[in-house]
């Protein structure tokens, strides 16, 4: 599997604050993706990175927004974070756009 | 935007039986791929199958692309084939990858 690393795991926010998540992979793949997952819903695609500084919106991408600014980094930011933004958000990365991604561990994100 | 069916919803199994997960699309589909969730939420890619068969271990994956709908079989299951199986992927040119909601499978042993 992509050495694929997610930080934090797990964070506990309020309202209203801003809130950063990273994800770090060192396999060199060009394609970086963020998804949520929520009960219900399976996983839903946030915003994704076909290269350093070129991204994409997603399905759900509303409140959220996302920067690469070199290969193996890319960030997604809630600005202002709400409680219907409590969810296990997942990075992906892959050689190629639609190709086999692999996924990282994960990060619990809870907004009171 | 594509749809993608996954039956059933919840499988339970003894340990050592077999099964078949289904996954159909609305449309014609490219890059079909295969998860698996263990209970600890780590997500694992089991196959990238746009069409054909592939086999690895006691997991098997059929894509039939003209007809909307790919089967992963699984033999023999063990406790730990447990969790969360996703089929997903996409359509035309997009590079956007669609999830199905899955099938949630329990081995007792």
């Known amino acids: 599997d992509a050495g694929i690393t997610q930080s934090p795991r797990h964070k506990v926010t309020e309202t209203g604050t801003p809130v950063t998540l990273r994800c770090h992979q060192t396999?060199?793949?060009?394609?970086m993706y963020w998804y949520r997952q929520d009960p219900g819903h399976g996983l839903r695609l946030i915003h994704y990175?076909?290269?350093?500084?070129?991204?994409d919106k997603g399905e759900v991408s509303d409140g959220y927004s996302v920067s690469r600014s070199k290969t193996e980094d890319f960030l997604l930011t809630l600005e202002s974070a709400t409680s219907s933004q409590t969810s296990v958000y997942f990075c992906?990365?892959?050689?190629?756009?639609?190709?086999?991604?692999?996924f990282g561990p994960g990060t619990r994100l809870t907004v009171l | 935007g594509i749809q993608v069916e996954q039956s059933p919803p919840d499988l339970i199994l003894q340990e050592g039986a077999n099964s078949t997960l289904r996954c159909n699309f609305s449309?014609?589909?490219?890059?079909l791929q295969w998860f698996h969730q263990n209970p600890w939420g780590q997500l694992i890619n089991l196959f990238y199958?746009?069409?054909g068969t592939k086999q690895n271990g006691r997991l098997s994956a059929t894509t039939v692309a003209t007809e909307r709908y790919s089967l992963l079989y699984i033999s023999s299951s063990q406790t730990t084939d447990s969790g969360v199986y996703f089929c997903?992927?996409?359509?035309?040119?997009?590079?956007?990858?669609?999830f199905g909601k899955g099938t949630k499978l329990t081995v007792n042993p």
């Open positions: 992906a990365t892959s050689l190629a756009g639609a190709s086999e991604q692999f």
């Open positions: 199958i746009p069409s």
């Open positions: 990175s076909y290269g350093v500084k070129d991204t």
């Open positions: 997903a992927t996409t359509q035309g040119g997009s590079e956007k990858l669609v």
């Open positions: 449309d014609s589909v490219n890059n």
């Open positions: 396999e060199n793949h060009r394609y």
